[in-house]
C-alpha cells in the first residue's frame, strides 16, 4: 500500500546517490499485486464521478427545459446550471493543487469525495423558498458551483497519486494503468450519466420528469460512497514521502526557471484540447437530429446520447495499450493528427454526410472520430501532466495544467458561434469550426515534441534530475521528504545512528 499516514512509521529518505545506482526503487518495494493495485485504483477511480456529474447534468437541463418551459428556458439558469460546474472544477483543481503538495494527497483526495458525496445529494433535493421554481434553480446553480470544487479535486489530488502509484506496479503496463482508472473511468461516467436518464424517462415517463432529473442527479452520490472506504485506507505514495516539500518553503523561483517553459508547453497543448472538443460535439447534435426528425421524444434522445457516447470507450481503452508501446508523446502526438485529418475530412465532406440518407456512414466515422480523441490526448494529456514535474510541486504543475483546460473550454464555447457566423449561412457555418480546431490539432501535436521523453521510470528519474538541479543552484535537497518537526540535522544524525548499528551488527 502506499504506507503509513502516520509520518513517523516513514522509511528513511533514499539519497539521490541511491536512486542513481537503482533508477526504479518503488518497483522493488515487497507488496502483493492487490496492495501495488487498489491504491491506483483508489486514487484515479473517482474521476467516474467528473464524467458522470458532467454529463448527466445536459439531460436534465432538457428535463427541466420540458418541465418549466419558458420559466427556464428564458431565464439564465439554463446557462449557469451547466456552466457552473467548470468554474468550480477551476476553483477546486487550484486548491486541491496546493494541497496535494503541501498537506497531504490522500486527505486532499477524502475531502473532495466528502465534498462531492454532500453536494451531488443537496442538489438531488434543491428546492426553491415556498417553492419557488427560481428559488431552486439558484440552489442547484450553488450546488453544481460545490460539485465542481469536489470534481477540481480529483484532477491533481488523484490523478496525481494515481501515477504515483503506478510507478510501482510492473514496467510496460503503467501507462494504460494510469489510463484505465483514469480517462477511461471518466469515458464510463460519461456513458453511464448519459444512459441513466434515459433509462429513468423509460421508467418514470415524461410525465413523472420530476422524479427522474432527482434520481438522476441523486445517483451521483454513488460513485463517491463507494470508493469512500477505499480512500478512508488510502496512504501517502511513497515517492510523495521521499520527495515531498511539505515542511519546507518550496523555491518557487527555480521551480519556475526549471519547468516554466514545461508547463507553459503542457497548458496550450491541454487548453488546444479542450478549445477543439466542444466545436467537434456539433456533429452528434446533427447525427441525432437525421435519425429522430424535428419532434423526437426524450427517451429517443436521451438513448442516442448514450450510444454516441460509447464511442469514446473502445478508443480510450486501446489508446491505453498504445500508450504503453510508443510512448505517451507519440501517443498523443499521432492521435491527435489522425483526429485532425479525420476533422478535416468530416468537414470537407459536410454537405454529403448531413444528408438524412447517409447518416449511417456519418455515425461510423464520427465514431472513429471520437475514438482517435482518446487515443490520442484523451488518454494522454492527463498522464503527460503528471509525469513532467518532480513529485515535490507535481500537485500543484498538474493542477495548473488542468484549470488551462477548463479555461479553454470556456474560451471555446464563447468563440466558436462567431466563427460559425464567419462562415455565414448554411452548411458553411458549421464547417469553419472544424476547420479551425482540427488545424489546432496539428498544432497540438507538433508542441507535444517539445516536451521531454516520457518513459515508465520518468516518475523517478524526474525526481533525480530535478534534485541535481536543485543542488547545482545551491538548494540543500535533504530538506526533500523531511517530516513534521524534523530537521536537517536531526536527519542526519538519525542516519548516522542507523549506520553506526549496522556496523556494530556486522
Given at each position: 500500500?502506499?504506507?503509513?499516514?502516520?509520518?513517523?512509521?516513514?522509511?528513511?529518505?533514499?539519497?539521490?546517490?541511491?536512486?542513481?545506482?537503482?533508477?526504479?526503487?518503488?518497483?522493488?518495494?515487497?507488496?502483493?499485486?492487490?496492495?501495488?493495485?487498489?491504491?491506483?485504483?483508489?486514487?484515479?477511480?473517482?474521476?467516474?464521478?467528473?464524467?458522470?456529474?458532467?454529463?448527466?447534468?445536459?439531460?436534465?437541463?432538457?428535463?427541466?427545459?420540458?418541465?418549466?418551459?419558458?420559466?427556464?428556458?428564458?431565464?439564465?439558469?439554463?446557462?449557469?446550471?451547466?456552466?457552473?460546474?467548470?468554474?468550480?472544477?477551476?476553483?477546486?483543481?487550484?486548491?486541491?493543487?496546493?494541497?496535494?503538495?503541501?498537506?497531504?494527497?490522500?486527505?486532499?483526495?477524502?475531502?473532495?469525495?466528502?465534498?462531492?458525496?454532500?453536494?451531488?445529494?443537496?442538489?438531488?433535493?434543491?428546492?426553491?423558498?415556498?417553492?419557488?421554481?427560481?428559488?431552486?434553480?439558484?440552489?442547484?446553480?450553488?450546488?453544481?458551483?460545490?460539485?465542481?470544487?469536489?470534481?477540481?479535486?480529483?484532477?491533481?489530488?488523484?490523478?496525481?497519486?494515481?501515477?504515483?502509484?503506478?510507478?510501482?506496479?510492473?514496467?510496460?503496463?503503467?501507462?494504460?494503468?494510469?489510463?484505465?482508472?483514469?480517462?477511461?473511468?471518466?469515458?464510463?461516467?460519461?456513458?453511464?450519466?448519459?444512459?441513466?436518464?434515459?433509462?429513468?424517462?423509460?421508467?418514470?415517463?415524461?410525465?413523472?420528469?420530476?422524479?427522474?432529473?432527482?434520481?438522476?442527479?441523486?445517483?451521483?452520490?454513488?460513485?463517491?460512497?463507494?470508493?469512500?472506504?477505499?480512500?478512508?485506507?488510502?496512504?501517502?505514495?511513497?515517492?510523495?514521502?521521499?520527495?515531498?516539500?511539505?515542511?519546507?518553503?518550496?523555491?518557487?523561483?527555480?521551480?519556475?526557471?526549471?519547468?516554466?517553459?514545461?508547463?507553459?508547453?503542457?497548458?496550450?497543448?491541454?487548453?488546444?484540447?479542450?478549445?477543439?472538443?466542444?466545436?467537434?460535439?456539433?456533429?452528434?447534435?446533427?447525427?441525432?437530429?437525421?435519425?429522430?426528425?424535428?419532434?423526437?421524444?426524450?427517451?429517443?434522445?436521451?438513448?442516442?446520447?448514450?450510444?454516441?457516447?460509447?464511442?469514446?470507450?473502445?478508443?480510450?481503452?486501446?489508446?491505453?495499450?498504445?500508450?504503453?508501446?510508443?510512448?505517451?508523446?507519440?501517443?498523443?502526438?499521432?492521435?491527435?493528427?489522425?483526429?485532425?485529418?479525420?476533422?478535416?475530412?468530416?468537414?470537407?465532406?459536410?454537405?454529403?454526410?448531413?444528408?438524412?440518407?447517409?447518416?449511417?456512414?456519418?455515425?461510423?466515422?464520427?465514431?472513429?472520430?471520437?475514438?482517435?480523441?482518446?487515443?490520442?490526448?484523451?488518454?494522454?494529456?492527463?498522464?503527460?501532466?503528471?509525469?513532467?514535474?518532480?513529485?515535490?510541486?507535481?500537485?500543484?504543475?498538474?493542477?495548473?495544467?488542468?484549470?488551462?483546460?477548463?479555461?479553454?473550454?470556456f474560451v471555446g464555447t464563447y468563440i466558436f458561434p462567431y466563427i460559425e457566423k464567419a462562415g455565414g449561412?448554411?452548411?458553411?457555418?458549421?464547417?469553419?469550426?472544424?476547420?479551425?480546431?482540427?488545424?489546432?490539432?496539428?498544432?497540438?501535436?507538433?508542441?507535444?515534441?517539445?516536451?521531454?521523453?516520457?518513459?515508465?521510470?520518468?516518475?523517478?528519474?524526474?525526481?533525480?534530475?530535478?534534485?541535481?538541479?536543485?543542488?547545482?543552484?545551491?538548494?540543500?535537497?535533504?530538506?526533500?521528504?523531511?517530516?513534521?518537526?524534523?530537521?536537517?540535522?536531526?536527519?542526519?544524525?538519525?542516519?548516522?545512528?542507523?549506520?553506526?548499528?549496522?556496523?556494530?551488527?556486522?
Amino acid at each position: 500500500m502506499f504506507g503509513s499516514k502516520n509520518e513517523s512509521d516513514s522509511p528513511p529518505v533514499t539519497t539521490s546517490e541511491n536512486y542513481v545506482q537503482n533508477v526504479d526503487p518503488l518497483a522493488e518495494i515487497p507488496k502483493t499485486q492487490w496492495e501495488r493495485m487498489w491504491p491506483a485504483l483508489a486514487c484515479g477511480s473517482g474521476l467516474f464521478s467528473d464524467g458522470y456529474i458532467n454529463n448527466v447534468i445536459g439531460s436534465v437541463s432538457t428535463m427541466l427545459g420540458t418541465i418549466y418551459k419558458k420559466e427556464y428556458k428564458d431565464s439564465s439558469a439554463l446557462q449557469n446550471i451547466s456552466a457552473i460546474t467548470f468554474v468550480g472544477t477551476v476553483v477546486g483543481q487550484l486548491i486541491f493543487g496546493y494541497t496535494s503538495d503541501k498537506w497531504s494527497r490522500s486527505n486532499s483526495l477524502l475531502v473532495s469525495t466528502i465534498i462531492l458525496i454532500i453536494f451531488a445529494a443537496l442538489g438531488s433535493a434543491a428546492y426553491g423558498y415556498h417553492g419557488s421554481a427560481q428559488g431552486m434553480f439558484a440552489a442547484l446553480t450553488a450546488y453544481r458551483f460545490f460539485v465542481g470544487i469536489g470534481i477540481g479535486g480529483e484532477y491533481p489530488a488523484g490523478s496525481v497519486a494515481c501515477s504515483e502509484a503506478t510507478g510501482e506496479l510492473k514496467s510496460g503496463t503503467r501507462n494504460r494503468w494510469f489510463i484505465m482508472f483514469t480517462n477511461v473511468m471518466i469515458d464510463w461516467g460519461f456513458v453511464v450519466g448519459a444512459f441513466i436518464p434515459y433509462l429513468l424517462v423509460v421508467i418514470c415517463t415524461e410525465n413523472h420528469l420530476r422524479a427522474a432529473w432527482r434520481i438522476s442527479l441523486g445517483l451521483g452520490v454513488v460513485p463517491p460512497l463507494l470508493l469512500l472506504y477505499l480512500r478512508i485506507k488510502l496512504k501517502e505514495p511513497e515517492e510523495f514521502k521521499r520527495e515531498s516539500m511539505k515542511y519546507v518553503t518550496i523555491p518557487y523561483g527555480l521551480v519556475f526557471r526549471y519547468y516554466g517553459f514545461r508547463l507553459f508547453i503542457v497548458s496550450l497543448i491541454w487548453f488546444i484540447y479542450d478549445f477543439s472538443t466542444y466545436s467537434f460535439g456539433i456533429y452528434s447534435s446533427t447525427i441525432v437530429a437525421n435519425v429522430l426528425g424535428d419532434n423526437p421524444s426524450l427517451a429517443q434522445t436521451f438513448g442516442w446520447n448514450t450510444v454516441i457516447n460509447l464511442f469514446y470507450v473502445p478508443g480510450a481503452m486501446l489508446g491505453s495499450i498504445f500508450s504503453d508501446k510508443v510512448g505517451p508523446r507519440y501517443a498523443l502526438a499521432i492521435g491527435v493528427t489522425l483526429q485532425a485529418v479525420f476533422g478535416f475530412i468530416m468537414a470537407g465532406a459536410y454537405n454529403h454526410l448531413a444528408q438524412p440518407a447517409n447518416v449511417a456512414g456519418f455515425a461510423v466515422i464520427y465514431g472513429i472520430f471520437l475514438s482517435l480523441g482518446e487515443v490520442g490526448p484523451g488518454d494522454n494529456i492527463g498522464l503527460v501532466a503528471s509525469k513532467t514535474c518532480a513529485t515535490g510541486v507535481r500537485g500543484q504543475y498538474y493542477a495548473i495544467a488542468a484549470a488551462t483546460g477548463k479555461i479553454g473550454a470556456f474560451v471555446g464555447t464563447y468563440i466558436f458561434p462567431y466563427i460559425e457566423k464567419a462562415g455565414g449561412s448554411g452548411n458553411a457555418s458549421a464547417q469553419y469550426p472544424f476547420y479551425v480546431s482540427s488545424s489546432l490539432c496539428i498544432f497540438s501535436a507538433g508542441l507535444v515534441m517539445l516536451l521531454p521523453h516520457i518513459g515508465q521510470d520518468t516518475i523517478t528519474t524526474e525526481d533525480i534530475k530535478f534534485r541535481e538541479y536543485l543542488e547545482s543552484k545551491g538548494w540543500d535537497t535533504n530538506q526533500l521528504g523531511l517530516l513534521k518537526g524534523e530537521s536537517v540535522e536531526s536527519r542526519a544524525a538519525a542516519v548516522r545512528q542507523v549506520e553506526q548499528e549496522e556496523k556494530k551488527e556486522e
